[in-house]
């Protein structure tokens, strides 16, 4: 099996835990500017699909006992273009009547 690789620049993480960018506009928005990857802002949002985020990128607050990520979860860790700290406020996309408001 070809792992895929990172596509936070400057990581190249391979892992056998690796996150496919989601396909809910809203969320892979803010995936993407999290990312900072320009590259991927080229790329046709269908293509997107097959590029994968390592698991460094995200707190453990997002992930299940088993490691998969939870719903809505969103990149904080390890990434150069975003260093807040992780805390429930930015782990998450947060809705309200099922429209995403923030990430
Ligand atoms: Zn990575």
Redesign the pocket.
Known sequence: MKLKI?C?PG???NTSKMHYIPKNPQIQQVWLERIGNKKLSQIDVNLLRGYA??D??FDAMCKNPSGKLLRYSLPTN?LPAYNIPSDRGNCFAIYRNKVPIRG
């Open positions: 990172c936070v990581c190249g993480g985020v390592c460094k990128h390890n």
